[in-house]
């Protein structure tokens, strides 16, 4: 897999799967653009990454204001690949769920996203074609108690998944998703035992690292997979195929 020349967006790059996922399109030769709120952490991946030899900037936008999302394309410049990672969640039943928390989470996992890919997937195919890749959950495609609202913002990410697949596949730009199973991120670690717990329940019994998220990412943006596009791709150790 090699990026070379590339230049490529990672909505949510300060922590976890995307901070992950950015090191390692700069590891395979692109030269990434991080975005997220928290600049100390930007900042702190772009050092990991340019301390490697790679290439990095951190652009701070906060995805649940429409006016970051229209200005971040202005500020990144033009991209060649867009990774949607930057999520958000507040777990809960459905009758303690706030206006502002289901707001900030169809904001930030839907809205956000969609403006992105607005922007960028014309420009992505006047430039000859391009890749987007939504980052998606389990939950969107299983009933969870608890993750209502959440839930049917990453179900939303994976409609436009398919909807952006055959609007813009004929002018080479490839869209696809990851649905990931519990991961061991600076988020889930608050989770405890219970992370362990819900990994437990997969064939392969354990949360997945973060890098195991990002090379799979990766694998959908790059040029080997060059006849795939509107899929959503399970990695969550088999837990949703299985009884
Ligand atoms: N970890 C799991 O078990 C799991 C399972 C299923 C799906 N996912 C999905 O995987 C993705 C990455 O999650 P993670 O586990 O890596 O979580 P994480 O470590 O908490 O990272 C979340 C990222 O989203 C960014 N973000 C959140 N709200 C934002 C906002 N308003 N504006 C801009 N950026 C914002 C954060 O950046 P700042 O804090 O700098 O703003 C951070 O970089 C999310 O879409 C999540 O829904 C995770």
Same mark, same amino acid.
């Given at each position: ?116 890919? !607005?922007?960028? &997937?014309?420009?992505? #195919? *006047?430039?000859?074609? $391009? +890749? @987007?890749?939504? %980052?998606?959950?389990?939950?969107? =495609? ?75 990412? !990766?694998?959908? &943006?790059?040029?080997? #997979? *060059?006849?795939?596009? $509107? +899929? @959503?791709?399970? %990695?969550?150790?088999?837990?949703? =195929?299985?009884?």
């Amino acid at each position: 897999m090699q990026f070379n020349g590339k230049t490529v967006l990672v909505t949510g790059g300060t922590s976890g799967v995307g901070r992950h996922t950015a090191r390692l399109f700069a590891g395979h030769g692109a030269t990434v653009i991080i975005t997220g709120r928290d600049e100390q952490r930007g900042k702190a991946v772009v050092a990991e990454i340019t301390a490697a030899g790679g290439r990095a900037r951190f652009v701070r936008a906060d995805l649940s204001t429409h006016k970051d999302v229209q200005w971040l394309p202005h500020e990144a410049g033009p991209v060649d690949v867009l990774i949607n990672d930057a999520g958000y969640w507040e777990l809960g039943p459905t009758h303690e769920t706030t206006e502002s928390g289901f707001d900030e989470m169809f904001a930030v996992n839907v809205k956000g996203p969609f403006f992105l890919t !607005a922007a960028y &997937a014309p420009l992505m #195919a *006047s430039n000859g074609g $391009g +890749a @987007v890749v939504n %980052v998606s959950s389990m939950v969107a =495609s299983r009933g969870a108690a608890g993750m209502a609202a959440y839930s049917a913002s990453k179900a939303a990410l994976e409609s436009l998944t398919r909807a952006w697949a055959a609007e813009y596949g004929p002018r080479k730009v490839r869209v696809n998703a990851v649905a990931l199973g519990p991961t061991r991120t600076p988020v889930t670690a608050s989770m405890g035992e219970l992370l362990d717990t819900l990994a437990a329940a997969s064939p392969l019994g354990r949360a997945a690292e973060p890098i195991e998220i990002a090379e799979t990412i !990766a694998y959908l &943006a790059g040029d080997t #997979a *060059s006849y795939l596009t $509107g +899929a @959503v791709i399970p %990695v969550d150790g088999g837990r949703v =195929s299985a009884l």
